[in-house]
């Protein structure tokens, strides 16, 4: 039976370097437990609580909801995630009719 593994794309392993965070040269393909061992160990060394928002503001430089909008089926959909968002971070309302 093949092990599954998980990547950890250049990008990030790149960003992390810049942080001052040692990444092993093994971790670009990681099995499911050394993956998240591998995060818990990056977030110790880190300390920064915000530390997943600034790799992914960062690294894939869109926001987290409009990465989740563009992988919505429809556009109704992506409209209701993007209101979905709003109402979890900021006192906005996004009201969509159809």
Request: hydrophobic share 40%; proline share 6%; glycine share 8%.
């Amino acid at each position: 039976m093949p092990r599954e593994t998980l990547s950890i794309s250049s990008s990030v392993i790149d960003y992390l370097k810049r942080r001052g965070i040692e990444v092993p040269p093994h971790s670009a393909e990681l099995t499911t437990q050394d993956y998240f061992a591998f995060w818990r160990d990056v977030a110790a060394r880190d300390g920064a609580p915000d530390l997943g928002l600034s790799i992914g503001s960062a690294v894939f430089g869109r926001s987290v909801a409009s990465e989740a909008a563009l992988q919505a089926p429809t556009l109704g959909d992506a409209l209701r995630t993007l209101g979905r968002y709003k109402r979890l971070v900021c006192p906005e309302d996004v009201l969509v009719e159809i």
